[in-house]
């Protein structure tokens, strides 16, 4: 019986000995949470990590690693940044060194010293464009379209000119041009309703329509205008996307000059017109067909350089006009031009004709992109 007494004694004294002490030098070290470097460092402090926290003790050395570069800072979890490092990246790797010889590594999150440099925008290939990506019922920037100028609203009346010289029924509010929330700007066309009241030259107006215009905000002059849009079609719809010379208000037309760049007949959605009109030489235009007509998105383009102006669809050239060409005719296309979109209803082009059943429209305008050709090509805002 003391026999059994004595050695349950020396089994729980060996216990207590390994419970106490030594077995920790045959315990599996490991690292419970990771060292720490501060969120924000500012350059020229002294920064300070959190060490790891493990189970078991042990010996601590630091790397750190600042722009790529790599620092020893021995048993010291410090490090002096300068000025001279803001933006640069910094990171720190703690090695443990445990009894048993075992050595685990925790490492910090990247950090960024300072301010952080913003990566430098990429170059818009484009001296001027419009993308519309904007939400849904965002109408267009004032700065670059001008909405209230008596040369892109109402009948006409206002410049002298009723039904722009062309008998349209429409009258023109610009900003009723909006973005559909799907990258696209659309200017719709619509019959008018009981409460409108809009006076046409005609008597009430029976249309009111979208027409905008960057006289007085942004001209051009030369380069490469392309317009990617599409459209409802419908008989009596005459839409365009068209240039007149920026000296309209005082010359008037034809001398200003105009540049047809796509304009279309409702119930043609086949057929494309690009057109020049200029004092003694009007309509030297050319047509071709559209593959798979106006409905689908296409892109229409001019390449305008001195003396020479070219017309393309989707890329492929179908018209061109050059000074030498328009009879000894003065050439009035090397001077600032602003740009036009609009949904006219009715007048000559289309026969003074509107269907009866048509009684809403619409163009869809993608994008537009304006740059340089060759060299050529300058944006001039007011």
């Given at each position: 019986?003391?026999?059994?007494?004595a050695?349950?004694?020396?089994s729980?004294a060996l216990?207590?000995?390994?419970?106490g002490?030594?077995a920790q030098?045959?315990a599996?070290?490991?690292?419970?949470?990771?060292?720490i470097?501060p969120?924000?460092?500012?350059?020229?402090v002294?920064?300070?990590l959190?060490?790891?926290?493990t189970n078991?003790?042990?010996?601590?050395t630091?790397?750190?690693?600042?722009a790529?570069?790599?620092?020893?800072?021995?048993?010291s979890?410090?490090?002096k940044t300068?000025?001279s490092d803001n933006?640069s990246?910094?990171?720190a790797?703690?090695?443990?060194?445990?009894?048993?010889?075992?050595?685990?590594t925790?490492?910090?999150k990247?950090v960024?010293?300072?301010t952080?440099v913003?990566?430098?925008?990429?170059?818009?290939?484009?001296?001027?464009?419009?993308e519309f990506?904007?939400?849904?019922?965002?109408?267009?920037?004032?700065?670059?379209?001008?909405?209230t100028?008596?040369?892109?609203?109402?009948?006409?009346?206002d410049i002298?000119n009723?039904?722009?010289g062309?008998?349209?029924?429409?009258w023109?509010?610009?900003?009723?041009?909006?973005t559909d929330?799907?990258?696209n700007?659309?200017?719709?066309?619509l019959?008018?309703?009981a409460?409108d009241?809009?006076?046409c030259y005609?008597g009430?107006c029976?249309?009111?329509?979208a027409k905008?215009i960057t006289l007085?905000k942004?001209g051009f002059?030369y380069?490469?205008?392309?317009?990617?849009?599409?459209?409802?079609?419908g008989?009596g719809?005459?839409?365009?996307i068209?240039?007149?010379?920026?000296?309209?208000p005082?010359?008037n037309w034809?001398?200003?000059?105009e540049?047809?760049?796509?304009e279309w007949?409702?119930?043609?959605?086949?057929?494309?017109?690009?057109?020049?009109?200029?004092?003694?030489?009007l309509n030297q235009g050319?047509?071709?067909s559209?593959a798979?007509?106006?409905?689908?998105?296409?892109?229409?383009?001019?390449?305008w350089i001195p003396?020479q102006?070219?017309?393309y669809l989707?890329?492929v050239?179908?018209?061109?006009?050059?000074?030498s060409?328009?009879?000894g005719?003065t050439w009035?296309?090397?001077s600032?031009?602003?740009?036009?979109?609009n949904v006219?209803?009715?007048?000559a082009?289309?026969?003074n004709?509107?269907g009866?059943?048509?009684t809403?429209?619409?163009?869809?305008v993608?994008w537009?992109?304006?740059s340089t050709?060759?060299?050529?090509?300058?944006?001039i805002?007011?």
């Amino acid at each position: 019986m003391f026999r059994k007494l004595a050695s349950a004694l020396v089994s729980a004294a060996l216990l207590i000995t390994i419970a106490g002490g030594s077995a920790q030098a045959y315990a599996s070290p490991r690292i419970v949470k990771a060292v720490i470097i501060p969120a924000t460092i500012q350059p020229g402090v002294i920064v300070r990590l959190t060490p790891a926290v493990t189970n078991l003790k042990s010996t601590r050395t630091y790397a750190w690693y600042l722009a790529g570069h790599r620092i020893l800072t021995g048993k010291s979890p410090a490090l002096k940044t300068f000025a001279s490092d803001n933006g640069s990246s910094l990171y720190a790797i703690e090695s443990l060194k445990f009894a048993n010889k075992k050595v685990l590594t925790s490492r910090t999150k990247t950090v960024t010293v300072g301010t952080a440099v913003p990566p430098t925008p990429p170059t818009s290939p484009y001296l001027w464009s419009q993308e519309f990506n904007e939400a849904s019922g965002t109408g267009v920037n004032s700065s670059d379209f001008n909405l209230t100028s008596p040369f892109g609203t109402g009948d006409g009346s206002d410049i002298g000119n009723p039904g722009w010289g062309n008998n349209e029924r429409q009258w023109y509010l610009p900003t009723t041009a909006k973005t559909d929330g799907q990258g696209n700007l659309v200017l719709p066309a619509l019959k008018t309703v009981a409460g409108d009241n809009y006076s046409c030259y005609y008597g009430t107006c029976t249309w009111k329509s979208a027409k905008l215009i960057t006289l007085g905000k942004i001209g051009f002059k030369y380069g490469r205008i392309e317009v990617r849009a599409k459209l409802s079609g419908g008989q009596g719809q005459w839409p365009a996307i068209w240039m007149l010379g920026a000296n309209q208000p005082s010359v008037n037309w034809p001398q200003c000059g105009e540049i047809d760049i796509a304009e279309w007949k409702g119930d043609l959605p086949n057929m494309l017109w690009g057109t020049l009109h200029g004092p003694g030489y009007l309509n030297q235009g050319s047509t071709t067909s559209i593959a798979g007509g106006f409905t689908g998105y296409h892109t229409y383009r001019i390449d305008w350089i001195p003396n020479q102006i070219t017309w393309y669809l989707d890329g492929v050239q179908y018209h061109q006009m050059k000074a030498s060409g328009i009879g000894g005719n003065t050439w009035v296309f090397n001077s600032e031009q602003y740009l036009i979109l609009n949904v006219a209803m009715g007048g000559a082009f289309v026969g003074n004709q509107i269907g009866s059943g048509v009684t809403q429209t619409s163009m869809s305008v993608d994008w537009i992109h304006y740059s340089t050709l060759d060299g050529n090509g300058t944006l001039i805002r007011h």
